[in-house]
Protein backbone atom coordinates (compact mmCIF):
# COMPACT_ATOMS: atom_id res chain seq x y z
CA UNK A 1 0.00 0.00 0.00
CA UNK A 2 1.53 3.52 -1.02
CA UNK A 3 1.98 5.66 2.07
CA UNK A 4 -0.05 9.24 1.78
CA UNK A 5 1.10 12.52 1.45
CA UNK A 6 0.58 15.70 3.58
CA UNK A 7 2.10 18.51 4.88
CA UNK A 8 1.63 17.71 8.60
CA UNK A 9 0.20 14.61 10.47
CA UNK A 10 -1.01 16.01 13.90
CA UNK A 11 -0.69 12.39 16.37
CA UNK A 12 -4.14 13.14 18.68
CA UNK A 13 -7.54 14.00 18.66
CA UNK A 14 -8.18 15.55 22.06
CA UNK A 15 -8.17 19.29 22.95
CA UNK A 16 -4.23 19.58 21.80
CA UNK A 17 -4.89 18.01 18.30
CA UNK A 18 -7.98 20.19 17.77
CA UNK A 19 -6.43 23.38 18.75
CA UNK A 20 -3.52 22.56 16.57
CA UNK A 21 -5.98 21.85 13.40
CA UNK A 22 -8.07 25.05 14.32
CA UNK A 23 -5.04 26.87 13.54
CA UNK A 24 -3.57 24.65 10.56
CA UNK A 25 -6.58 25.06 8.95
CA UNK A 26 -6.41 28.81 9.23
CA UNK A 27 -3.05 28.75 7.41
CA UNK A 28 -4.28 26.88 4.51
CA UNK A 29 -2.35 24.04 5.61
CA UNK A 30 -2.25 20.23 4.69
CA UNK A 31 -2.94 18.35 7.27
CA UNK A 32 -4.88 14.86 8.79
CA UNK A 33 -5.57 14.55 12.63
CA UNK A 34 -4.57 10.68 13.77
CA UNK A 35 -6.58 9.69 16.86
CA UNK A 36 -6.69 6.35 18.36
CA UNK A 37 -10.14 6.70 20.34
CA UNK A 38 -13.31 5.63 18.38
CA UNK A 39 -15.70 8.39 19.32
CA UNK A 40 -14.30 12.70 19.92
CA UNK A 41 -13.63 13.97 23.31
CA UNK A 42 -10.05 12.38 23.74
CA UNK A 43 -9.30 11.79 27.36
CA UNK A 44 -12.28 13.55 28.91
CA UNK A 45 -15.14 10.44 27.85
CA UNK A 46 -13.12 8.28 29.89
CA UNK A 47 -13.22 10.61 33.20
CA UNK A 48 -15.11 10.06 36.29
CA UNK A 49 -18.57 10.64 36.75
CA UNK A 50 -18.22 13.60 39.00
CA UNK A 51 -15.24 15.37 37.44
CA UNK A 52 -15.47 19.17 36.99
CA UNK A 53 -13.58 21.32 35.23
CA UNK A 54 -11.20 24.44 37.22
CA UNK A 55 -12.80 26.85 35.41
CA UNK A 56 -15.64 28.37 33.86
CA UNK A 57 -16.77 27.57 30.75
CA UNK A 58 -16.20 31.13 29.22
CA UNK A 59 -12.42 30.19 30.48
CA UNK A 60 -11.85 26.81 29.39
CA UNK A 61 -12.22 27.16 25.71
CA UNK A 62 -10.14 26.48 22.71
CA UNK A 63 -9.79 28.54 20.33
CA UNK A 64 -12.06 30.55 18.31
CA UNK A 65 -15.71 29.11 19.56
CA UNK A 66 -15.94 29.83 23.62
CA UNK A 67 -17.71 26.81 25.27
CA UNK A 68 -21.16 27.06 25.72
CA UNK A 69 -22.47 27.67 29.79
CA UNK A 70 -23.77 24.02 31.31
CA UNK A 71 -26.98 24.45 32.63
CA UNK A 72 -26.87 24.96 36.62
CA UNK A 73 -23.15 24.35 36.48
CA UNK A 74 -20.31 27.32 37.34
CA UNK A 75 -17.54 24.35 36.71
CA UNK A 76 -18.97 22.24 33.49
CA UNK A 77 -18.63 17.94 33.64
CA UNK A 78 -16.60 15.92 32.34
CA UNK A 79 -19.50 14.76 29.71
CA UNK A 80 -20.12 18.91 28.90
CA UNK A 81 -16.33 18.91 27.63
CA UNK A 82 -16.73 16.20 25.69
CA UNK A 83 -19.87 17.61 23.97
CA UNK A 84 -17.97 20.91 23.41
CA UNK A 85 -15.02 18.82 21.57
CA UNK A 86 -17.76 16.85 19.33
CA UNK A 87 -19.14 20.12 18.04
CA UNK A 88 -15.79 21.93 17.68
CA UNK A 89 -14.66 19.38 15.62
CA UNK A 90 -17.68 19.41 13.14
CA UNK A 91 -18.04 23.33 13.44
CA UNK A 92 -14.47 23.60 11.63
CA UNK A 93 -14.80 20.46 9.72
CA UNK A 94 -11.16 19.18 10.95
CA UNK A 95 -9.77 16.24 9.29
CA UNK A 96 -9.79 13.78 11.73
CA UNK A 97 -9.67 9.59 11.53
CA UNK A 98 -10.29 7.15 13.50
CA UNK A 99 -9.46 5.07 15.09
CA UNK A 100 -6.05 4.95 13.42
CA UNK A 101 -3.54 4.33 16.11
CA UNK A 102 0.38 5.77 15.38
CA UNK A 103 2.72 2.89 15.81
CA UNK A 104 5.55 5.06 14.97
CA UNK A 105 7.58 7.75 13.71
CA UNK A 106 10.32 7.06 11.61
CA UNK A 107 12.84 9.61 9.37
CA UNK A 108 12.27 8.99 5.67
CA UNK A 109 14.39 11.44 3.89
CA UNK A 110 12.90 14.54 3.60
CA UNK A 111 9.33 13.63 4.91
CA UNK A 112 8.41 12.27 8.84
CA UNK A 113 7.23 9.27 8.26
CA UNK A 114 3.94 7.85 10.14
CA UNK A 115 3.14 4.19 10.55
CA UNK A 116 0.13 3.42 11.57
CA UNK A 117 -2.52 0.28 12.05
CA UNK A 118 -4.36 1.85 8.96
CA UNK A 119 -1.58 2.20 6.59
CA UNK A 120 1.56 5.20 6.45
CA UNK A 121 1.98 8.76 6.19
CA UNK A 122 4.02 10.81 4.53
CA UNK A 123 4.54 14.17 6.30
CA UNK A 124 6.79 17.52 6.32
CA UNK A 125 5.95 17.86 9.60
CA UNK A 126 4.09 16.50 13.07
CA UNK A 127 2.49 17.30 15.86
CA UNK A 128 2.34 15.03 18.26
CA UNK A 129 -0.28 15.62 20.73
CA UNK A 130 -1.19 11.87 22.12
CA UNK A 131 -1.11 13.52 25.82
CA UNK A 132 -0.32 11.65 29.31
CA UNK A 133 -3.71 9.95 30.10
CA UNK A 134 -2.76 6.83 27.91
CA UNK A 135 0.38 6.39 30.18
CA UNK A 136 -0.66 6.15 33.92
CA UNK A 137 2.34 5.84 36.38
CA UNK A 138 1.78 3.55 39.15
CA UNK A 139 5.12 4.13 42.11
CA UNK A 140 6.96 0.52 42.89
CA UNK A 141 6.01 0.43 46.51
CA UNK A 142 6.65 -2.56 48.32
CA UNK A 143 4.04 -5.68 48.13
CA UNK A 144 2.11 -4.50 46.11
CA UNK A 145 2.42 -8.23 44.09
CA UNK A 146 0.95 -9.29 47.92
CA UNK A 147 -1.91 -6.80 47.89
CA UNK A 148 -4.80 -9.68 47.78
CA UNK A 149 -7.58 -6.75 47.55
CA UNK A 150 -8.42 -4.78 43.79
CA UNK A 151 -5.79 -1.81 42.28
CA UNK A 152 -6.69 0.94 39.91
CA UNK A 153 -5.06 3.85 38.87
CA UNK A 154 -6.98 7.25 38.36
CA UNK A 155 -7.77 6.38 34.68
CA UNK A 156 -9.84 2.87 36.15
CA UNK A 157 -12.11 5.29 38.36
CA UNK A 158 -15.78 6.15 37.64
CA UNK A 159 -17.88 6.21 41.15
CA UNK A 160 -17.99 5.62 44.14
CA UNK A 161 -20.48 3.48 44.43
CA UNK A 162 -18.43 1.06 43.00
CA UNK A 163 -16.84 0.36 46.34
CA UNK A 164 -20.23 0.68 48.76
CA UNK A 165 -19.06 -1.28 52.01
CA UNK A 166 -15.13 -1.48 50.98
CA UNK A 167 -12.01 0.45 52.77
CA UNK A 168 -10.54 1.59 50.45
CA UNK A 169 -6.90 3.63 50.17
CA UNK A 170 -6.35 7.35 48.13
CA UNK A 171 -2.52 7.65 47.22
CA UNK A 172 -2.15 10.81 45.78
CA UNK A 173 -1.87 14.12 46.94
CA UNK A 174 -2.50 15.89 43.81
CA UNK A 175 -5.81 17.26 42.60
CA UNK A 176 -7.08 13.30 41.17
CA UNK A 177 -6.68 12.10 44.84
CA UNK A 178 -8.12 14.98 46.79
CA UNK A 179 -11.23 15.19 44.22
CA UNK A 180 -11.64 11.03 44.65
CA UNK A 181 -10.95 11.25 47.98
CA UNK A 182 -13.74 13.76 48.67
CA UNK A 183 -15.78 11.77 45.81
CA UNK A 184 -15.83 8.37 48.46
CA UNK A 185 -15.70 10.69 51.48
CA UNK A 186 -18.91 12.19 50.38
CA UNK A 187 -20.78 8.26 50.05
CA UNK A 188 -22.00 6.81 53.49
CA UNK A 189 -20.83 3.71 53.48
CA UNK A 190 -17.40 3.71 52.49
CA UNK A 191 -14.20 3.51 54.84
CA UNK A 192 -11.62 5.94 53.41
CA UNK A 193 -8.06 6.08 54.24
CA UNK A 194 -6.16 9.00 51.98
CA UNK A 195 -2.53 8.88 52.09
CA UNK A 196 -0.20 11.21 50.46
CA UNK A 197 3.70 11.53 50.12
CA UNK A 198 3.37 15.19 52.24
CA UNK A 199 0.50 17.24 53.90
CA UNK A 200 -1.88 18.52 51.53
CA UNK A 201 -1.24 21.93 50.09
CA UNK A 202 -4.26 23.65 49.12
CA UNK A 203 -4.83 26.91 46.85
CA UNK A 204 -6.91 29.52 47.97
CA UNK A 205 -10.64 29.35 47.64
CA UNK A 206 -10.70 31.98 44.86
CA UNK A 207 -8.36 30.69 42.86
CA UNK A 208 -9.07 28.68 40.02
CA UNK A 209 -8.47 27.38 36.56
CA UNK A 210 -7.33 31.22 35.39
CA UNK A 211 -5.05 32.30 38.13
CA UNK A 212 -3.14 28.44 37.06
CA UNK A 213 -3.12 29.83 33.84
CA UNK A 214 -1.83 33.44 34.66
CA UNK A 215 0.80 31.76 36.80
CA UNK A 216 1.72 28.96 34.55
CA UNK A 217 2.09 31.94 31.43
CA UNK A 218 4.19 34.38 33.71
CA UNK A 219 6.68 31.55 34.31
CA UNK A 220 7.19 31.24 31.24
CA UNK A 221 7.87 34.57 30.10
CA UNK A 222 10.20 34.74 33.16
CA UNK A 223 12.33 32.05 31.87
CA UNK A 224 12.24 33.19 28.26
CA UNK A 225 13.76 36.73 29.44
CA UNK A 226 16.26 34.58 31.60
CA UNK A 227 14.72 36.19 34.69
CA UNK A 228 14.92 34.14 38.14
CA UNK A 229 12.03 31.06 38.31
CA UNK A 230 8.87 32.27 39.41
CA UNK A 231 7.55 28.81 40.64
CA UNK A 232 4.81 28.78 38.04
CA UNK A 233 1.88 27.00 39.35
CA UNK A 234 3.44 25.15 41.63
CA UNK A 235 3.96 28.17 43.76
CA UNK A 236 0.59 28.37 44.83
CA UNK A 237 0.03 24.78 45.84
CA UNK A 238 -0.97 21.45 44.59
CA UNK A 239 -4.55 21.27 44.96
CA UNK A 240 -7.47 23.55 43.49
CA UNK A 241 -10.26 23.94 46.09
CA UNK A 242 -13.04 22.79 43.89
CA UNK A 243 -16.40 23.03 45.77
CA UNK A 244 -17.01 19.21 46.51
CA UNK A 245 -13.42 19.50 47.20
CA UNK A 246 -13.74 22.41 50.00
CA UNK A 247 -17.21 20.84 51.25
CA UNK A 248 -15.15 17.62 52.00
CA UNK A 249 -12.12 19.42 53.88
CA UNK A 250 -14.34 22.16 55.53
CA UNK A 251 -16.96 18.97 56.80
CA UNK A 252 -13.13 17.51 58.42
CA UNK A 253 -13.79 14.45 55.56
CA UNK A 254 -10.54 15.24 54.15
CA UNK A 255 -8.16 13.95 56.48
CA UNK A 256 -4.71 13.15 54.73
CA UNK A 257 -2.09 10.43 56.33
CA UNK A 258 1.59 10.00 55.70
CA UNK A 259 2.36 7.24 52.71
CA UNK A 260 2.38 3.61 54.27
CA UNK A 261 5.74 1.83 53.77
CA UNK A 262 4.63 -1.11 52.02
CA UNK A 263 1.13 -3.08 51.12
CA UNK A 264 0.30 -6.08 52.54
CA UNK A 265 -1.79 -9.19 51.74
CA UNK A 266 -4.93 -7.62 52.99
CA UNK A 267 -3.90 -3.30 53.51
CA UNK A 268 -1.45 -1.02 53.83
CA UNK A 269 1.71 -0.70 56.66
CA UNK A 270 3.35 2.10 57.88
CA UNK A 271 6.82 2.22 59.32
CA UNK A 272 5.74 2.11 62.92
CA UNK A 273 3.89 -1.14 62.53
CA UNK A 274 0.43 0.21 62.06
CA UNK A 275 -1.75 -1.16 59.13
CA UNK A 276 -4.82 -0.50 57.82
CA UNK A 277 -6.86 -3.23 56.52
CA UNK A 278 -7.92 -2.23 52.78
CA UNK A 279 -10.01 -4.09 49.78
CA UNK A 280 -9.01 -1.09 47.34
CA UNK A 281 -6.25 0.76 46.56
CA UNK A 282 -6.37 3.92 44.31
CA UNK A 283 -3.25 5.14 42.45
CA UNK A 284 -3.96 8.88 42.18
CA UNK A 285 -0.09 8.91 41.36
CA UNK A 286 -0.03 10.82 37.91
CA UNK A 287 0.83 10.08 34.56
CA UNK A 288 3.93 10.24 31.83
CA UNK A 289 4.01 11.33 28.07
CA UNK A 290 2.99 9.01 25.94
CA UNK A 291 5.69 9.19 23.70
CA UNK A 292 6.88 5.35 22.45
CA UNK A 293 5.74 6.55 18.94
CA UNK A 294 8.45 8.69 18.66
CA UNK A 295 11.21 6.39 19.81
CA UNK A 296 12.46 5.68 16.57
CA UNK A 297 13.50 9.48 16.10
CA UNK A 298 15.76 8.98 19.59
CA UNK A 299 14.80 11.76 21.19
CA UNK A 300 13.65 10.94 24.70
CA UNK A 301 16.22 12.48 27.95
CA UNK A 302 15.58 12.72 31.30
CA UNK A 303 12.11 11.30 32.77
CA UNK A 304 11.01 10.35 29.09
CA UNK A 305 10.68 14.19 27.83
CA UNK A 306 12.22 15.11 24.90
CA UNK A 307 14.22 18.44 24.76
CA UNK A 308 12.07 21.43 23.09
CA UNK A 309 12.32 24.93 22.47
CA UNK A 310 8.71 26.06 22.54
CA UNK A 311 7.11 23.24 20.52
CA UNK A 312 10.04 22.07 18.87
CA UNK A 313 12.11 18.82 19.39
CA UNK A 314 15.78 20.14 19.56
CA UNK A 315 16.52 17.25 18.01
CA UNK A 316 14.16 16.90 15.34
CA UNK A 317 12.83 20.51 14.15
CA UNK A 318 9.94 18.66 11.73
CA UNK A 319 8.74 17.95 15.25
CA UNK A 320 6.39 19.24 17.70
CA UNK A 321 5.05 18.49 20.67
CA UNK A 322 1.66 20.15 21.91
CA UNK A 323 0.09 19.54 25.20
CA UNK A 324 2.22 17.15 27.62
CA UNK A 325 2.71 20.21 30.44
CA UNK A 326 4.66 23.04 30.78
CA UNK A 327 7.86 21.63 28.89
CA UNK A 328 5.99 22.27 25.72
CA UNK A 329 4.30 25.38 26.67
CA UNK A 330 2.22 27.35 29.87
CA UNK A 331 -0.29 25.32 30.79
CA UNK A 332 -0.54 23.76 27.36
CA UNK A 333 -2.33 20.32 28.84
CA UNK A 334 -5.42 22.77 29.74
CA UNK A 335 -8.19 23.36 27.40
CA UNK A 336 -7.47 27.44 28.51
CA UNK A 337 -3.99 26.92 28.00
CA UNK A 338 -3.51 25.15 24.48
CA UNK A 339 -4.72 27.08 22.17
CA UNK A 340 -1.73 29.88 22.61
CA UNK A 341 0.93 27.19 22.13
CA UNK A 342 -0.89 25.29 18.96
CA UNK A 343 -0.63 28.89 17.61
CA UNK A 344 2.96 29.06 17.67
CA UNK A 345 3.27 25.13 16.34
CA UNK A 346 1.41 26.25 13.43
CA UNK A 347 3.15 29.38 12.75
CA UNK A 348 6.21 27.89 13.03
CA UNK A 349 5.24 24.52 10.68
CA UNK A 350 4.24 27.09 8.56
CA UNK A 351 7.07 29.34 7.82
CA UNK A 352 9.24 26.43 8.16
CA UNK A 353 7.16 24.78 4.81
CA UNK A 354 7.46 28.04 2.97
CA UNK A 355 11.26 28.15 3.18
Not at 285 to 299: E, I, K, Q, Y
Request: aromatic share 8%; hydrophobic share 40%; charged share 20%.
Amino acid sequence: MRAAKTQVVVIGGGQAGLAAGYHLRRLGLDFVILDAQAQAGGAWQHAWDSLRLFSPAAYSSLPGRLMPVQSGETYPDARHVVGYLTDYEKRYELAVQRPVRVEAVRRDDEFLRVETDCGTWLAQAVISATGTWWRPFIPAVLGRADFAGRQLHTTGYRRPSDFAGQRVVVVGGGNSGAQIAADLADHGGIDLTWVTQRPPRYLADDIDGRALFDAATARRRALDEGRSDTGGVASLGDIVAVPPVRLARDAGLLKAQPMFQQLTSDGVQWSDGTTAPADAVIWCTGFRPALSHLGPLGLRGTRGHIATKGTRAVGEPRLHLLGYGDWTGPASATLIGVGRTAREAAHQIARQLSI
